[in-house]
């Protein structure tokens, strides 16, 4: 919240381990969600998740992937992050002035001690803070004190105080505070990868299995001499992939001689797969996955990342193969065409 130097009292550092040494996940800038819920891989330290997700609910003009992006700006999740601008330091996580604290502080986790330093209190507090600066700046902009979007107001609040936005009548220019200035941006730049985007949901809660905007480039039936009993989905190497609907998880392996590094057109096999099964015993196949992220028995979510896009086993280059089947044992003779499969329950690769 405090214009200055950011020096970092204490080392914190997410770790994130990648089994498999070419997977990298991109960053998808294209897809913010929506909704503003966290999306299942979000880059957001576990043990701060569901107070994330709960300061996130607590006005609907905030949104648990909107304040991830924000302590990322704010600490880059350092619970120990101290900023001396050479005014009022600014502390922790959310980096909280003494005096704002005073404000909005409190012992949120009660566990005895109110402090900015504290993640869960900090993280409660910018909640609450953010409720309303967002209110505030929705009055102003209806009696006209204020001009501009009501989410860049706040956020510019939040960083220069409100007595900087009101003195300007919106975001102050970058020539008079740079850093004001830029800190909305800032912010908007880090959602879309917090955010849960699986695109708009069908019928009976089916999600298409990617992130809007990916192609079919391979459909389903004859192809080459073969039967191709699925469609491939052109993604880079990292792209998360979606349950297309709730289930359980029947099957999750390697079906390939190898999945620790891509494969080629003549290996066979769908490399690492999932299996689920859904309800009314339709099923789906994930396949040629750089990473699983689900094992057999779990039971997920419509939306929930169970791996991620590879070229493991028979594959040329990095896709999604989906099948549909809508009998078990999820076999290649009780496969149907997923793209007719998805369009009868309202959705479609764009």
């Given at each position: 919240?405090?214009?200055?130097?950011?020096?970092?009292?204490?080392?914190?550092?997410?770790?994130?381990?990648?089994?498999?040494?070419?997977?990298?996940?991109?960053?998808?800038?294209?897809?913010?969600?929506?909704?503003?819920?966290?999306?299942?891989?979000?880059?957001?330290?576990?043990?701060?998740?569901?107070?994330?997700?709960?300061?996130?609910?607590?006005?609907?003009?905030?949104?648990?992937?909107?304040?991830?992006?924000?302590?990322?700006?704010?600490?880059?999740?350092?619970?120990?992050?101290?900023?001396?601008?050479?005014?009022?330091?600014?502390?922790?996580?959310?980096?909280?002035?003494?005096?704002?604290?005073?404000?909005?502080?409190?012992?949120?986790?009660?566990?005895?001690?109110?402090?900015?330093?504290?993640?869960?209190?900090?993280?409660?507090?910018?909640?609450?803070?953010?409720?309303?600066?967002?209110?505030?700046?929705?009055?102003?902009?209806?009696?006209?004190?204020?001009?501009?979007?009501?989410?860049?107001?706040?956020?510019?609040?939040?960083?220069?105080?409100?007595?900087?936005?009101?003195?300007?009548?919106?975001?102050?220019?970058?020539?008079a505070a740079?850093?004001?200035h830029d800190?909305?941006?800032?912010?908007?730049?880090?959602?879309?990868?917090?955010?849960?985007?699986?695109?708009?949901?069908?019928?009976?809660?089916?999600?298409?299995?990617?992130?809007?905007?990916?192609?079919?480039?391979?459909?389903?039936?004859?192809?080459?001499?073969?039967?191709?009993?699925?469609?491939?989905?052109?993604?880079?190497?990292?792209?998360?992939?979606?349950?297309?609907?709730?289930?359980?998880v029947v099957?999750?392996?390697?079906?390939?001689?190898?999945?620790?590094?891509?494969?080629?057109?003549?290996?066979?096999?769908?490399?690492?797969?999932?299996?689920?099964?859904?309800?009314?015993?339709?099923?789906?196949?994930?396949?040629?996955?750089?990473?699983?992220?689900?094992?057999?028995?779990?039971?997920?979510?419509?939306?929930?990342?169970?791996?991620?896009?590879?070229?493991?086993?028979?594959?040329?280059?990095?896709?999604?193969?989906?099948?549909?089947?809508?009998?078990?044992?999820?076999?290649?003779?009780?496969?149907?065409?997923?793209?007719?499969?998805?369009?009868?329950?309202?959705?479609?690769?764009?």
């Open positions: 919240m405090s214009v200055g130097k950011l020096v970092l009292a204490g080392a914190f550092a997410l770790v994130i381990l990648v089994p498999l040494g070419y997977l990298t996940i991109p960053q998808d800038g294209a897809n913010a969600a929506a909704s503003g819920e966290l999306r299942p891989d979000a880059p957001v330290p576990a043990q701060f998740r569901d107070v994330v997700t709960r300061a996130g609910h607590l006005c609907p003009g905030v949104t648990p992937a909107a304040l991830a992006a924000q302590i990322e700006v704010e600490s880059a999740w350092n619970p120990n992050a101290y900023t001396d601008s050479g005014e009022a330091p600014a502390k922790g996580i959310a980096q909280f002035t003494d005096a704002t604290w005073q404000t909005w502080g409190a012992d949120y986790d009660q566990d005895g001690v109110s402090s900015p330093y504290d993640p869960h209190d900090a993280i409660m507090a910018m909640g609450h803070l953010m409720c309303d600066l967002v209110r505030w700046a929705e009055q102003h902009v209806r009696d006209g004190t204020l001009a501009g979007d009501i989410h860049d107001l706040a956020w510019a609040a939040y960083h220069g105080g409100r007595a900087t936005i009101l003195r300007y009548g919106g975001v102050p220019p970058a020539a740079p850093l004001t800190y909305p941006r800032k912010v908007r730049d880090r959602i879309p990868k917090y955010a849960w985007s699986p695109g708009s949901a069908g019928l009976d809660g089916w999600v298409l299995p990617l992130p809007t905007g990916h192609h079919v480039s391979s459909g389903f039936g004859p192809r080459g001499g073969r039967m191709h009993y699925g469609v491939d989905v052109m993604a880079p190497t990292g792209t998360p992939i979606y349950a297309a609907a709730a289930g359980t099957a999750s392996g390697c079906d390939s001689a190898y999945c620790d590094r891509p494969g080629n057109p003549g290996l066979g096999g769908c490399g690492n797969y999932v299996k689920l099964q859904h309800r009314g015993n339709v099923g789906t196949m994930y396949c040629h996955m750089v990473e699983r992220a689900v094992s057999v028995g779990d039971t997920v979510a419509a939306g929930q990342v169970i791996g991620f896009v590879g070229s493991t086993g028979n594959s040329s280059g990095p896709h999604l193969h989906f099948q549909v089947h809508l009998t078990p044992p999820f076999s290649n003779e009780s496969a149907v065409d997923p793209v007719a499969f998805l369009r009868s329950v309202g959705l479609e690769f764009k």
